[in-house]
């Protein structure tokens, strides 16, 4: 009788904590409209880059918001990055991720995310 309770407890807890497909304008909890900050980290040599344009925030987000993060089947851990994102609203860092994760959780993107963010670390200036 434990076996099946077991089983039944085991199963619900696999079925409730299932990824789903969502984007940035899902997960963010604030208003995008409200993000005064982007910052980008190469994860490939160190150099981060950020801007505070509210133009280029815009545009940036525009173009990322509706991109899908699927859940990737692969949810083993894995060791380093080539870019990191960060939002901030103010001096608050609201929001960070990855090409392929965020938080813990790692995905695919569709479309590609990639050259987007490069396309815009490229245009940023490099900070200090």
Do not use: H
């Not at 077991?6 to 619900?12: K, P, Q």
């Amino acid at each position: 009788m434990k076996c099946i309770l077991l089983t039944i407890v085991f199963t619900i807890f696999l079925t409730g904590c299932g990824l789903e497909t969502l984007t940035i304008e899902d997960y963010y909890k604030n208003d995008l409209e409200d993000v005064s900050e982007i910052e980008i980290f190469d994860g490939s040599n160190g150099s981060s880059r950020a801007t505070t344009n509210k133009e280029e925030i815009m545009s940036f987000i525009k173009e990322v918001k509706d991109i899908k993060f699927i859940p990737d089947e692969d949810q083993s851990e894995r060791d380093g990055f080539l870019y990191s994102i960060t939002f901030y609203e103010g001096d608050k860092a609201t929001l960070q991720f990855g090409l392929n994760q965020i938080g813990d959780n790692y995905y695919n993107t569709e479309p590609d995310i990639e050259p987007i963010i490069e396309e815009l670390f490229n245009s940023m200036s490099v900070q200090d």
